[in-house]
């Protein structure tokens, strides 16, 4: 079981973890989601966690012994142990960070507010991590991002494996096209292969689709994708329909298969 803590002020915007997929991976004990509030642990008669920041400046700034106090009340790990602190100054969150940390034990967020963090706290930390380049009143929603990514990613939380190695971002690529019943719907139809039943046809066009999707959505995926050695016809096919992708060629040229030596 893969345990998430999170050090915050608002505990109960937390809600959505106790829903959904979430709701039944906790109830599986395939995951824990401990909340607590550092509040808790402010020194002062009316708890107060933050002060001005010295030399002057707008807003208040947490102070650094509520969170220090938190941190060393936490019980031992008995595992690996990372502690996060949720920043717009961190390193952008990605599918290659959530795969990183499913493999850990216990995963201890904290989230900031107000002004920002007095600059003690940060020596608290294994690492910052940013939602991205922009900046929340908290780190609250960023922390349940993260949290849903990985969980997800743990064995049994989807129920298959297939669903999360599929997703996009997992293997590079954006998600190929998925459509359900009915096959036809106001005159825009479910593509041919998927109704055929040939499931080596069907992981085919999935692959190119998945391609040609990353390459028109986005180009900077596709600049770092691996290709794989069945992916060069499906790129030169690509090249027909969307000429502009013949400038990257080079990059799978060594796919080339070979020709067949004659007896």
């Given at each position: 079981?893969m ?12 809600a ?17 989601v ?9 020194a ?8 001005v ?28 142990r990372r ?56 780190g ?32 590079g ?17 479910v ?8 499931h ?23 600049a ?8 060069f ?8 329909e969307?000429?502009e992708l013949?400038?990257?060629?080079l ?5 080339r ?7």
């Amino acid at each position: 079981m893969m345990k998430f803590t999170v050090l915050t002020l608002f505990p109960e915007m937390f809600a959505p973890v106790h829903e959904s997929i979430l709701k039944r991976a906790q109830a599986a004990q395939l995951i824990e989601v401990g909340l607590i509030n550092f509040r808790d642990y402010a020194a002062s008669k009316h708890k107060n966690v933050d002060d001005v920041p010295y030399g002057g400046g707008a807003g208040m700034v947490l102070k650094p012994e509520p969170l220090f106090a938190a941190l060393r009340d936490l019980p031992p790990s008995g595992g690996r142990r990372r502690i996060v602190l949720l920043s717009p100054q961190g390193e952008v969150f990605q599918q290659q960070k959530a795969k990183e940390w499913s493999w850990l034990d216990e995963l201890v967020f904290i989230c900031g507010h107000y002004e920002g963090f007095d600059e003690r706290i940060r020596r608290l930390a294994d690492e910052e991590v940013s939602l991205g380049d922009f900046v929340l009143t908290g780190g609250e929603l960023a922390a349940m991002v993260m949290m849903d990514a990985v969980a997800r990613l743990l064995p049994g939380v989807l129920g298959e494996k297939a669903s999360a190695e599929e997703d996009s971002h997992s293997g590079g690529l954006l998600e190929y096209p998925q459509y359900t019943r009915p096959p036809v719907f106001e005159g825009m139809e479910v593509p041919d292969v998927l109704l055929s039943g040939h499931h080596r046809r069907i992981e085919r066009w999935r692959r190119k689709e998945a391609l040609r999707r990353t390459f028109l959505k986005r180009p900077d995926l596709f600049a770092k994708v691996e290709f794989q050695a069945g992916d060069f016809n499906l790129l030169e096919e690509l090249i027909q329909e969307h000429p502009e992708l013949a400038q990257e060629r080079l990059r799978w040229e060594h796919l080339r298969p070979k020709p067949k030596k004659r007896r």
